[in-house]
């Protein structure tokens, strides 16, 4: 089975902290992603990668950074922590596309609260 | 860009009841479809996908959905819920050669009592 894991379950920071979320997939999966889920608005998607050191922007960008140093790990980084970003975070992978399903593999997620 | 509208944000059925939830999107071009579900405190899963081919999919736990081009739908359904059918419900697509860029809907939660 695909193992997605994200390092935190629940993290509560205090705003203008500095924020890492790590997440680490097991598949040798090319392709990663960060989403943020809020109630009523679904996933919205803030970075995704394709490959090591290669990073595009998703969705909702601002305040965030990715990093892929590694292609089983990829790191979400809130330079500076807002209350407007308190929520949970997905981690998800998959293989490069045409070469798999389609499916999204996720982590169980990251609840972030900023005070 | 393409959107995905989830009719339903809350849903409370009794077992054995009939399910249907409702998902349209917009975009003009080929697209592949997807249902994932997130039962309370797990990750989330994928239920069904429909890529190509009859537009009725079938998925894991009595599960099926229905693609219809002309409505830009793809509607979830079950006969007959179970209490433990209880979770958030996704609705996804992905523009076909997007490289697994889903965009999702705003999710609908199912409360089905025992």
């Known amino acids: 089975d695909v193992k997605v894991t994200q390092s935190s379950r629940y993290l509560v920071k205090r705003t203008g902290e500095k924020v890492f979320l790590e997440c680490v997939q097991d598949?040798?999966?090319?392709?990663m992603f960060w989403y943020r889920q809020d109630p009523g608005l679904g996933l919205r998607l803030i970075y995704f990668s394709y490959d090591v050191k290669m990073k595009e922007k998703g969705d909702i960008p601002e305040g965030y950074s990715v990093s892929r140093e590694k292609k089983e790990r990829f790191s979400l980084i809130l330079e500076s922590a807002s209350t407007n970003q308190t929520s949970m975070y997905l981690c998800?992978?998959?293989?490069?596309?045409?070469?798999?399903?389609?499916?999204?593999?996720f982590g169980e997620g990251s609840r972030l609260t900023v005070l | 860009a393409q959107s995905v509208s989830q009719h339903n944000h809350h849903v409370i059925l009794s077992e054995a009841a009939s399910l249907e939830l409702g998902c349209n999107y917009s975009?003009?071009?080929?697209?592949?479809l997807f249902w994932y579900v997130q039962y309370p405190g797990q990750h989330l899963q994928l239920l069904l996908k429909?890529?190509?081919?009859?537009?009725l999919v079938k998925g894991i736990k009595g599960f099926e959905a229905e693609f219809i081009k002309s409505k830009f739908s793809f509607n979830l359904r079950k006969p007959s819920v179970q209490w433990s059918d209880t979770a958030e419900y996704f609705c996804?697509?992905?523009?076909?050669?997007?490289?697994?860029?889903?965009?999702f809907g705003g999710g609908t939660r199912l409360m089905v009592k025992p």
């Open positions: 598949m040798d999966h090319e392709n």
């Open positions: 998800a992978s998959s293989p490069l596309a045409g070469a798999g399903t389609g499916e999204l593999f």
């Open positions: 975009y003009g071009g080929t697209v592949n």
């Open positions: 996804a697509v992905e523009p076909d050669n997007a490289g697994n860029m889903l965009t």
């Open positions: 429909y890529f190509s081919g009859d537009p």
